[in-house]
């Protein structure tokens, strides 16, 4: 296995557009998270999935955001009517369910909004 | 609440040696962890504390006190590809890590 996987690695979207990522984590890791990142921040949680299950998805996320992990493998993140503030790096990890829980990151999708 | 906090930005010289320190206030602690993130990529482990002492992998090392919330990351004989954002990050009640917003690190020659 070569690791966490995402696509796409760039997005550039126009104001109103729709967006999908899509994440392809370790094969072997039962968990996937969601994260945003921007300039000089530390990643900022969005949601995480427990095999296929979503078992959180932050406060902070807009109902313009919405993931899916349908067979609990891959995961794809959908953006709604894009605004200009969500711009920035999208992160996927993955890890296993034990109380060691070390995150093991994709390469990140930036999204650029217009 | 729950809170990390670590300097913005240090700066150090190559070959020298530098401490970030990284504080949390957090619900519940399994464990802290130290990612190295460079400009425009992912970020990538370093270490792991979840017992208090120090930790040593290399020319990284790694200390944890959990009664006082605080941990720092020793990175020695620095080198220019060491110039990255080092990222604290403590394992919550729930297993979810809190992240701190980063310590840019730059190295000059």
Same mark, same amino acid.
């Given at each position: 296995?070569?690791?966490?996987?995402?696509?796409?690695?760039?997005?550039?979207?126009?104001?109103?557009?729709?967006?999908?990522?899509?994440?392809?984590? #370790?094969?072997?890791?039962?968990?996937?998270?969601?994260?945003?990142?921007?300039?000089?921040?530390?990643?900022?949680?969005?949601?995480?999935?427990?095999?296929?299950?979503?078992?959180?998805?932050?406060?902070?996320?807009?109902?313009?955001?919405?993931?899916?992990?349908?067979?609990?493998?891959?995961?794809?993140?959908? #953006?709604?009517?894009?605004?200009?503030?969500?711009?920035?790096?999208?992160?996927?990890?993955?890890?296993?369910?034990?109380?060691y829980n070390e995150q093991f990151f994709g390469p990140?999708?930036?999204?650029?909004?217009? | 609440?729950?809170?990390?906090? +670590?300097?913005?930005?240090?700066?150090?010289?190559?070959?020298?040696?530098? +401490?970030?320190?990284?504080?949390?206030?957090?619900?519940?602690?399994?464990?802290?962890?130290?990612?190295?993130?460079?400009?425009?990529?992912?970020?990538?482990?370093?270490?792991?504390?979840?017992?208090?002492g120090l930790e040593e992998k290399g020319r990284f090392?790694?200390?944890?006190?959990?009664?006082?919330?605080?941990?720092?990351?020793?990175?020695?004989?620095? +080198?220019?590809?060491?110039?990255?954002?080092?990222?604290?990050?403590?394992?919550?009640?729930?297993?979810?890590?809190?992240?701190?917003?980063?310590?840019?690190?730059?190295?000059?020659?």
């Amino acid at each position: 296995d070569t690791g966490v996987s995402q696509d796409p690695r760039h997005k550039i979207t126009k104001r109103g557009q729709n967006v999908t990522f899509r994440c392809d984590p #370790i094969s072997e890791h039962n968990r996937l998270y969601w994260y945003r990142q921007t300039l000089g921040q530390g990643p900022e949680f969005l949601t995480y999935f427990q095999n296929e299950a979503q078992l959180e998805k932050s406060r902070l996320l807009s109902d313009r955001f919405s993931a899916e992990r349908p067979k609990g493998s891959f995961s794809t993140l959908e #953006i709604q009517r894009t605004e200009q503030g969500d711009s920035a790096m999208y992160l996927c990890a993955s890890s296993l369910a034990t109380t060691y829980n070390e995150q093991f990151f994709g390469p990140g999708t930036r999204l650029t909004v217009l | 609440g729950q809170n990390i906090d +670590q300097p913005t930005e240090m700066t150090a010289t190559e070959g020298a040696i530098v +401490q970030i320190n990284c504080t949390y206030q957090t619900s519940g602690f399994n464990g802290l962890f130290w990612y190295q993130q460079h400009a425009g990529e992912a970020p990538t482990f370093l270490s792991y504390n979840v017992l208090d002492g120090l930790e040593e992998k290399g020319r990284f090392s790694s200390f944890l006190s959990r009664s006082k919330g605080y941990s720092y990351l020793l990175l020695k004989e620095l +080198q220019m590809k060491d110039s990255a954002s080092y990222l604290c990050a403590v394992s919550d009640s729930n297993y979810q890590l809190i992240w701190g917003a980063g310590t840019k690190l730059i190295i000059k020659p």
